[in-house]
């Protein structure tokens, strides 16, 4: 689950959301060097 400001922006298990390269969490995760 991604959240912005308090509202749910994505909702799907992590690995979904990473195989989703314009997700908000892939961007996240890339921005943390994780990816």
């Given at each position: 689950?991604?959240?912005d400001q308090g509202?749910?922006?994505e909702f799907s298990s992590p690995?979904?959301?990473l195989s989703?390269?314009?997700s908000i969490f892939y961007?996240?995760?890339k921005d943390a060097?994780?990816?």
């Open positions: 689950m991604v959240l509202y749910i922006k690995n979904i959301l989703d390269k314009t961007g996240m995760a060097g994780l990816v």
